[in-house]
């Protein structure tokens, strides 16, 4: 048990960040006071996640309209530009405002910032790819009802605090005309670094295959010995323009602040 107005920073579990691409560091535009506790959560990020791109988040924007603006965005665009964050954007979990702009951003952003060679799984085919990002913020800032937006498309007025972590997955398409082209390039570079294991790894089963269908031509006039590694070349051309990107992405969401304890 905690006593009133003490916070704990030791919540963020190394591991909660480990394979992350990026994160989206949340406040609540009607408390002050989760703004103000930014700071610590972002020293707390940077030490364990290092270098990883941050989107910041104002979310539950639908309640300006009844207690008007209590966080001026000049004070909020010097954070970000403080700690050099990479975008600022306003949500509501309850209208669904940007919610969905949200989640593209940090795809996008995951994208560019892909590795070559990329973590492992990142990478399933060259329209496909699978990231995890985190929600970390204060206590009831919307991180769970965000998610919850995202993936019911549904708002949930009641309020439990999450101990520990809650993790979904969820798979969506970002047209091609929305990656940039920095982004395109990003993949492309992940994707030649990938292709040169892989084709390592299929010039020894093309090898093993052909001189199975050696074997078998022997037996069977009709089997062309060159067939499989046809299809292997159909198989390497993709057509990446024009097509769309599927993001799968793995949703945790974090928040341990007993501050509120007593
Ligand atoms: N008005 C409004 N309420 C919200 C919004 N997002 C979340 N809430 C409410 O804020 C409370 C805390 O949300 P929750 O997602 O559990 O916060 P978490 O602790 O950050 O996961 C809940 O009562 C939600 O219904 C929003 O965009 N607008
Ligand atoms: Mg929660």
């Known amino acids: 048990m905690e006593i009133g107005g003490q916070e704990r920073f030791k919540f963020f579990k190394s591991d909660f960040f480990k394979g992350a691409s990026v994160i989206a560091l949340i406040f609540d535009l009607a408390r002050p006071d989760t703004f103000d506790r930014l700071e610590k959560y972002y020293n707390e990020i940077r030490g364990k996640a290092g270098n990883i791109p941050i989107i910041l988040v104002g979310n539950k924007k639908d309640l300006e309209k009844d207690l008007g603006i209590l966080i001026r965005k000049k004070k909020i665009l010097d954070v970000v530009h403080r700690y050099s964050l990479l975008e600022y954007i306003e949500t509501s979990a309850l209208s ?30 060259k329209e496909n790819f699978k990231f995890k990002v985190v929600l970390a913020g204060p206590a009831a800032v919307g ?39 920095e982004a395109k390039e990003s993949i492309e570079k992940a994707w030649n670094s990938l292709d040169k294991i892989i084709k390592k790894q299929t010039t020894t089963q093309m090898i093993e295959a052909t001189q199975t269908e050696t074997v078998m031509a022997q037996h069977n006039d009709i089997n062309n010995p060159s067939e499989s590694s046809q299809n292997w070349r159909l198989k390497r051309k993709y057509n ?6 599927i993001l799968i992405c793995i949703i945790l969401t974090i928040i341990i602040i007993f501050n509120s304890f007593t």
């Open 143 to 181: 991180k769970t009802t965000i998610l919850r937006t995202l993936v019911d498309k549904e708002f949930t007025e009641q309020y439990k605090l999450t101990v520990g972590l809650d993790t979904t997955t969820q798979t969506y398409e970002i047209p091609d005309e929305e990656i940039s082209q």
């Open 96 to 125: 669904g405002l940007n919610i969905k702009k949200l989640f593209d951003k940090m795809a996008l952003l995951a994208l560019i910032d892909i590795r070559s060679p990329p973590k492992l799984g990142q990478i399933i085919d």
């Open 240 to 245: 990446f323009l024009g097509l769309i990107i």
